[in-house]
């Protein structure tokens, strides 16, 4: 069976690490997976790398600007006539829009993933509804979008998996201290995620500057980039650096950038604290717990349905209010002075990991869905 999936964009961040987890369980049950995508950056290279098929496919044109949505359709539906698929998957909701009419069109069964919580349009919406399957990555992202016109007929919570061979509790060699040419003993907590307003790094920076001197062998480390070229997110990363300037100037506060290979940085962590404003389902919290990480979280979107205690299980990690630097300071300074919390969180992440993410379960269930359509 080949399933046409679609991406927007060239990158490799959770959306597209979510499903390329679910490949080797696809593929194995004779799932042919081919991609539509830009033909230039991570994704794509991955791919090739792979020796996945891929057709080049992009919303921007090489001004920046964002193609009109007929010009967009129209490359789809050429796309889709010549990978001659027998279901079109679309990997984000943005993509899911623009497909739902060009499915209809093509008369081709599609479905299609939504990974983020934000208000469409009426319109949007009805696009939205014509896939076939639309797949939640959390409750809080589909009772979001019911809120909205989201067809509760058609959609489904499937949640997004971790490769649980690939991250994994494992001690730490040092190398980190090595590379910020830090002292033995030096320990850190790290923010984890590409510079937006939705992922809190101003928050964490603020509970940071308030702690920072009562734990002088801690370190914050910034793990991601800043891709929007905003004015606003310029601004917001600017901030970020003014509230940290001077731990940074004592070498206290280090930005790491983008790094390919998380699954060799986590051992190096010793606390990840995530302050998103919103989250539909956190990637990077799924990693974190796979790999024995405490956290420290915001209580917004699905990240309760990874962390919070249910069905007589222990709590995965510390949930606090979102927007609120006091209730992010006090869990921080909690974490930093309780080694026996900090082990005892570790363990149950871990377990949660297990018992609910392992991409194997989220590949399964994806793998039901794409036979329901074969069988048609």
Not at 190 to 201: D, V, Y
Not at 325 to 341: E, F, I, K, M, P
């Amino acid at each position: 069976m080949r399933v046409l999936i679609a991406c927007e964009f060239p990158t490799l961040n959770g959306g597209e690490y979510s499903m390329l987890a679910t490949l080797p369980t696809l593929e194995s049950a004779g799932i042919e997976p081919v991609f539509a995508c830009p033909p230039e950056g991570p994704l794509p290279d991955h791919l090739n790398e792979t020796g996945r098929t891929f057709f080049p496919f992009e919303c921007y044109d090489e001004s920046g600007k964002r193609k009109s949505q007929a010009e967009i359709r129209s490359r789809l539906a050429e796309i889709i006539r010549q990978a001659a698929p027998q279901l079109v998957h679309a990997n984000s909701l943005s993509m899911g829009r623009l497909l739902g009419p060009v499915i209809e069109a093509e008369q081709v069964p599609g479905i299609t993933h939504i990974r983020d919580i934000y208000k469409l349009s009426k319109q949007a919406m009805r696009d939205v509804n014509q896939n076939h399957r639309i797949l939640c990555v959390s409750a809080a992202t589909r009772n979001f979008h019911l809120q909205y016109g989201l067809s509760a007929s058609r959609s489904e919570v499937l949640y997004n998996g971790v490769d649980l061979e690939k991250f994994f509790p494992q001690p730490s060699n040092g190398e980190l201290q090595q590379e910020l040419n830090l002292p033995a003993g030096s320990k850190f907590i790290a923010c984890i995620g590409q510079f937006s307003l939705r992922k809190g790094q101003d928050l964490v920076a603020e509970a940071f500057a308030h702690i920072a001197a009562n734990f002088p062998e801690w370190h914050l480390l910034y793990l991601g980039e800043r891709y929007s070229q905003k004015s606003e997110t310029k601004a917001y990363v600017n901030k970020i650096e003014q509230i940290l300037s001077s731990w940074e100037k004592q070498n206290r506060v280090h930005y790491l950038g983008y790094r390919f290979e998380m699954a060799k940085v986590y051992p190096e962590i010793d606390v990840l604290i995530h302050g998103a404003r919103q989250e539909p389902l956190g990637r990077v919290l799924l990693e974190s717990a796979a790999c024995g990480l405490p956290i420290l979280a915001t209580d917004v979107g699905g990240t309760r349905e990874i962390l919070a205690a249910d069905d007589g299980e222990d709590p995965a990690g510390l949930i606090v209010p979102p927007q609120n630097v006091s209730a992010l300071t006090q869990g921080l300074t909690q974490l930093l002075n309780d080694n026996t919390l900090r082990a005892k969180l570790s363990q149950y992440a871990r377990e949660r990991a297990e018992k609910r993410f392992d991409r194997r379960l989220s590949a399964t269930k994806l793998l039901h869905i794409y036979q329901t359509f074969q069988q048609q």
